[in-house]
């Protein structure tokens, strides 16, 4: 059944960091539902690629640039009006143990990750404050609710960007616009599918997730959809944990009987 309280049909959605993973699932969901996608990267051919493939269109941007970001928008508010949805997606990250982390690799992690996502989120917030209308949703992490070891500078960026979804809605919401966010928890990428290929960490990740699998970029396209549509029309400042259970709690390394 076609219900229309779900519907994104007709909705102008920017997508960044969606050349590829997390990315590129949500945007190819939303465009398959038929949504105007924009998508954005910073890879020119990557990014054309996958336009051509998921039926969107391309606007090279790196996210850590405030002029890109500035002509990304104008770009698209020209060519279509307006954005009904942001989702912000882009992020980096680098593993290793935080005395080995150097001001460059801060700089790099946390202007993608949390900046970026600012920069884009008032930009376009500006012309959705405009017409009093607008939805945005951010991608931050199962880092949110507890930080894994090696990852300081991400978990910081993601938890920050958790709290930016709730401090945008309490200011935008009486305006017309809902800010909320999607947590994923482990989800197999081109990115990741080489980490979870390994033996100890399959086993560790079965052992921690309740459902007993890891996910994949399709498993967020529900949440995403639900939250740039109409069926969320009285939510805003919410993180919605996709993670298969992840966050619910500790999994003891004991037996039960």
């Known amino acids: ?11 102008v959605v920017l997508v960044s ?20 996608v924009v998508i954005t990267g910073r ?12 039926g969107a269109q391309a606007v090279v941007c790196d996210v850590a640039d405030p002029k890109a970001i500035d002509k ?21 990250n680098r593993r290793m143990k935080a005395e080995r982390l150097t001001e460059a690799d801060w700089d790099f992690i946390v202007d993608i990750n949390l900046k970026g996502p600012f920069l884009l989120a008032l930009a376009v917030g500006k012309r959705q404050l405009e017409r009093k209308k607008g939805n945005q949703i951010n991608i931050t992490s199962l880092n949110n609710d507890r930080p894994l070891r090696g990852v300081m500078p991400y978990a910081v960026s993601k938890k920050g960007l958790e ?7 309490m200011e935008w919401g009486p305006r017309g616009i809902r800010v909320n966010a999607i947590a994923p928890g482990f989800i197999l990428t081109d990115l ?3 980490l979870w290929a390994q033996p100890v960490m399959q086993e560790w990740a079965m052992a921690n997730t309740p459902l007993q699998r890891l996910g994949t970029p399709d498993d967020l396209v529900g949440a995403a959809l639900f939250l740039a549509s109409d069926a969320s029309a009285f939510m805003t400042g919410q993180t919605v944990y ?3 259970g992840c966050s619910c709690g500790n999994a003891w390394p004991i037996p039960l009987e």
Request: proline residues 0%; without cysteine; aromatic residues 2%.
């Open 43 to 54: 890879e020119k051919d990557t990014l054309e690629k996958t336009a051509k493939e998921i």
């Open 192 to 194: 990741t599918n080489k």
């Open 242 to 244: 996709v993670d298969g």
């Open 163 to 169: 709290q930016m979804t709730r401090a945008l809605a």
């Open 72 to 92: 990304l928008v104008a770009t698209v508010t020209e060519k279509h009006g307006r954005v009904d949805t942001l989702l912000n997606v882009a992020g980096v």
């Open 1 to 11: 059944m076609d219900d229309a309280l779900f519907s994104v049909k007709g909705q």
């Open 17 to 36: 960091g969606a050349s590829r993973g997390i990315g590129r699932g949500l945007a190819e969901g939303f465009a398959r539902r038929g949504a105007t």
